[in-house]
């Protein structure tokens, strides 16, 4: 846990069309010589830059495997489609991908009701498993038991809750008490502001203000008035880069500044660009290793993939993580795969260590990861922890 924090201050396909009625369980064999993978993702769009670069990292690790002889002799092949962060077309990226691209499973879905969209709608009822989602949302970490659904996912990061604890239990322990929240209106922003909520209500504490923005908006401007008149301490942005980065700039427009911190599905880079040096100071929670520190194995191996003059990333360590995990269970499940092979291979995965990053998950518990690190955005936009 960060003890710095100060918080005073390679192809790839695309494709459109109709889906076909109807998804058989366990449709689509496995091929002799490929084994395809979906993503859903935006690729365009004011979020397009995180899906891209999720799409980059993957298809470069894909080719790797590849050049290496594949999985059990077969080449792994990436189809991606863009979703725009939309949930209807997320969900109709899933059934295309299922039934007319017949892929053997989903990589890196994006987004919380995009991703609990599909799944509900799509891939669970086609048995069809899914390794990594930017989301933190409880509601894909259920029980398999009770959320049957969420047996075919399985999550690399840890869950919104965990960031929240984190960032409560830092504020308040640095006597910051008035803590207000700037929420999307969707899945993600609701699941923070829950996590937020049980996180003060742990320490006898309430949020003193709450506003929202919506999904693929940068109208902030109400829920910025509404948060000023609270006059908090902090106030906890649980929103992407974009509308973070128009929120920050409307409260210091109203003479406030308090200290601003936001989770991990911003993008420590994408807010800096787009904030400048009035990102500087702001907190910000991190599911993922510090991708700048070479001393870390999986961080070492994620910057060897990366192409020359690209600078390394959260979200790109991230992507790497997710395939990693995926190919690990693969080669796992030997020659003879099958959906239920790869499934019963993650889930008896116990403390799989990555090169410095643990993945566990069980027949009762697909969360995968529980760990949060702490930053703050520093001069020149250099990102500590």
Not at 111 to 126: D, F, H, K, R
Not at 242 to 252: E, G, I, L, N, S
Not at 320 to 332: E, F, G, P, S
Request: charged residues 20%; contains cysteine; positive net charge.
């Amino acid at each position: 846990m960060l003890r710095r924090f100060i918080l005073i201050a390679a192809s790839l396909l695309t494709f459109t069309g109709t889906s076909t009625p109807s998804l058989a369980a366990g449709a689509g064999a496995v091929d002799p010589t490929t084994l395809s993978f979906g993503m859903s993702a935006p690729f365009s769009g004011p979020n397009g830059a995180y899906g891209v670069e999720m799409r980059d990292i993957i298809a470069a690790y894909f080719q790797q495997i590849n050049a290496s002889g594949g999985i059990h002799g077969r080449k792994l092949q990436l189809v991606a489609l863009d979703d725009g962060y939309e949930t209807e077309r997320a969900v109709a990226n899933a059934r295309a991908l299922v039934e007319e691209k017949k892929v053997f499973g989903l990589i890196a879905s994006y987004g919380s009701s995009t991703t609990q969209a599909a799944v509900n709608e799509v891939l669970g009822p086609a048995g069809v498993p899914l390794v990594g989602a930017i989301s933190g949302s409880d509601a894909i970490r259920q029980s398999p038991k009770t959320h049957p659904n969420n047996r075919y996912v399985f999550n690399t990061r840890a869950s919104y809750a965990d960031e929240c604890e984190a960032i409560i239990g830092q504020l308040t322990s640095l006597g910051l008490n008035r803590i207000a929240v700037l929420y999307q209106n969707d899945a993600f922003g609701t699941s923070g502001l829950d996590g937020i909520a049980s996180a003060l209500r742990k320490r006898g504490l309430t949020t003193v203000a709450a506003g929202a923005v919506e999904r693929n908006s940068l109208d902030v401007g109400a829920a910025a008035q509404a948060v000023a008149q609270a006059n908090p301490q902090a106030v906890i942005m649980v929103a992407l880069y974009k509308p973070t980065a128009a929120f920050v700039r409307h409260m210091k427009k109203l003479g406030q500044n308090p200290q601003f911190v936001t989770l991990s599905p911003v993008g420590a880079d994408l807010l800096v660009r787009e904030l400048g040096d009035d990102a500087r100071g702001i907190g910000i929670s991190q599911v993922m290793p510090y991708p700048w520190n070479e001393v870390t194995p999986v961080v070492r191996e994620y910057q060897r993939l990366l192409a020359k003059g690209a600078r390394p990333s959260y979200y790109g360590l991230e992507a790497y993580i997710m395939a990693r995990t995926l190919i690990d269970a693969l080669r796992k499940s030997g020659r003879d795969l099958s959906r239920e092979k790869l499934i019963g291979s993650l889930e008896s995965m116990q403390n799989l260590d990555l090169g410095g990053y643990h993945i566990s998950y069980s027949p009762r518990d697909h969360s995968g990861s529980h760990f949060v690190d702490l930053t703050v955005v520093g001069n020149g936009g250099r990102v500590l922890h």
